[in-house]
């Protein structure tokens, strides 16, 4: 059996080991340093515009929110309901 060219090149393409678009996370979690902290870190201004006024949270010097990591499953969440995307450093 053989694939028309068009579906040969769709399926190459579709099974290539290059992505054409990149992942972007609105926030990243990190150890904060302190025992059972973590911090958000906000990549871009709808994410921080998102924790210090919607999500209601502190911003550190650094620019991060402490985040006990007893609530980091409700963090990520809220911040998928808000259509933002967490990544796990």
């Given at each position: 059996m053989t694939l028309s060219p068009l579906i040969s090149?769709?399926?190459?393409?579709?099974?290539?080991?290059?992505?054409?678009?990149?992942?972007?996370?609105?926030?990243?979690?990190v150890s904060s340093g302190v025992p059972g902290m973590s911090l958000v870190m906000a990549q871009n201004e709808e994410a921080f515009e998102t924790i210090t006024g919607e999500f209601d949270m502190a911003?550190?010097?650094s620019g991060?929110?402490?985040l006990d990591?007893?609530?980091l499953?409700?963090?990520v969440?809220?911040?998928?309901?808000?259509?933002?995307a967490c990544d796990f450093a």
């Open positions: 090149g769709v399926f190459s393409l579709c099974t290539s080991s290059r992505s054409f678009m990149s992942v972007t996370f609105d926030f990243t979690l911003v550190i010097a991060g929110a402490p990591n007893s609530r499953s409700d963090f969440h809220l911040a998928e309901s808000a259509h933002l």
